[in-house]
């Protein structure tokens, strides 16, 4: 197969990368997304996801083959268009309407031969009985048969050094064995490795399970750490030792809660999905997603806590917050529990700062004033709350000049520090 043309709907934090590394691998790529401002930042060489440095964006705009764009017209002609649109949660169900926006917008251009891969993650099934539909009617032409559809989940990983698109092992489907090679040789030019699975729905349930897994371990330590602060033992001490065995055993370490759009979200659509299909709960799932989502209360409860402790009320204190996004090292704030957290302490009547250097400014919560993170905004807090651990932030000022410490990271180390 040889592609000319490649489409990708959707230039965040998993299109943008597929994008710059298939022009990268010669093809000529349109990167299509709703958001005017955002293509009109690209197109200017502006990069807004730090795994993509504004030089890397820059030689793809100078090689002729990166086209940003709003319009779905300049997709006439492609050869494979891959899918990486958001999929929320609204009320607890899933919204597969920017999926469904996606086909629309696409299905007028698709043609004999040509491929179509969802990347979203969602629930099993989605490709062939929400997609498909949709791609049939706009283009009068059916799949298997007359084009290729497939699924393959994203496993983008931002702020990762070590793991990139090109060297994570990219899952791969088909509706058909035909599609399923195309499919298959297509990302084959992109990394190192694929992974064909039989259908679309065992790649579907592939990326479910992967985050899956992350929440209910990640649940059952947070759990751990809040019983064992009752019991007054040092969990992060005990994961430590426990680490040392070589088999039988991987290491999750607590923090304030899960964000991002993989662990607040994906399991939802799994756990959904049984329950429509089924009739069932899925229990661990929805058990592990309401420890998850406790851990911001629990967080501004300790650190209420511990200011009345040292004879402060949180109701007036200045607190600051060292991080907002959901991860470290990256400024993604998509359902960060580090922004639960400031709400809930703004609720109890604190004045919150926060230090933030890799979010942008429209990003962060109302009424929370951003600094710099200073000796003078460490000593004029009445406490400092470690909620996203950059690995940019002074630890070592932080302990020095602040009055009181709350931990949720594991980063700070002296008498005055409280940890999760």
């Given amino acids: 197969m040889s592609v000319d043309k490649l489409v990708v709907i959707g230039q965040g934090y998993v299109g943008l990368p597929l994008a710059l590394r298939a022009v990268e691998a010669g093809l000529d790529v349109v990167g299509l997304d709703v958001d005017a401002d955002r293509v009109k930042r690209l197109a200017s060489g502006e990069s807004f996801i730090e795994d993509i440095p504004t030089d890397r964006l820059g030689r793809a705009l100078s090689s002729g083959r990166y086209n940003p764009s709003t319009e779905y017209s300049d997709a006439e002609g492609f050869d494979i268009c891959v899918i990486t649109v958001p999929t929320p949660l609204r009320d607890g169900t899933p919204d597969l309407s920017f999926v469904e926006q996606a086909g629309i917008g696409i299905g007028p251009y698709v043609r004999p031969g040509c491929t179509v891969v969802l990347e979203s993650t969602t629930y099993p099934g989605t490709t062939e009985e929400l997609l498909r539909p949709l791609l049939e009617?706009?283009?009068?032409?059916?799949?298997?048969?007359?084009?290729h559809l497939g699924y393959s989940p994203e496993r983008i990983d931002p702020g990762n050094p070590t793991w990139k698109l090109e060297n994570t092992p990219k899952v791969v489907s088909g509706v058909d064995p035909a599609s399923l090679a195309r499919v298959d040789e297509f990302y084959q030019r992109l990394v190192h490795r694929t992974v064909p699975v039989d259908s679309t729905r065992v790649a579907e349930l592939t990326k479910l399970i992967e985050n899956t897994f992350r929440q209910v371990n990640i649940a059952l330590i947070n759990e751990l750490t809040m019983l064992s602060h009752h019991l007054d033992i040092d969990v992060w001490q005990a994961i430590d030792a426990a680490e040392t065995k070589p088999f039988g055993f991987l290491p999750f370490r607590p923090g304030p809660g899960v964000g991002g759009h993989c662990l607040p979200i994906d399991p939802c659509y799994l756990s959904w999905q049984v329950k429509r299909r089924l009739g069932r709960q899925f229990r661990f799932i929805e058990l592990a997603n309401d420890i998850n989502h406790e851990m911001p209360e629990h967080v501004a409860q300790r650190v209420m806590a511990g200011l009345n402790r040292k004879g402060r009320s949180v109701s007036g204190a200045r607190l600051l917050l060292l991080g907002l996004a959901y991860k470290k090292n990256t400024g993604d704030m998509r359902d960060s529990p580090a922004v639960d957290v400031a709400r809930r302490l703004q609720a109890l009547g604190a004045e919150v700062h926060a230090v933030e250097p890799y979010a942008e400014p429209h990003q962060i919560p109302a009424g929370v004033t951003v600094?710099?993170?200073?000796?003078?905004?460490?000593?004029?807090?009445?406490?400092?709350?470690?909620?996203?651990?950059?690995?940019?932030?002074?630890?070592?000022?932080?302990?020095?000049?602040?009055?009181?410490?709350?931990?949720?990271?594991?980063?700070c180390v002296g008498p005055l520090v409280e940890r999760l």
């Fill in 137 to 147: 009617s706009a283009s009068g032409l059916t799949s298997p048969g007359d084009f």
């Fill in 371 to 411: 600094v710099g993170l200073s000796e003078r905004e460490v000593s004029a807090a009445d406490g400092v709350v470690v909620v996203t651990d950059h690995d940019s932030f002074d630890y070592d000022l932080v302990v020095r000049h602040a009055s009181y410490v709350f931990d949720t990271r594991n980063r």
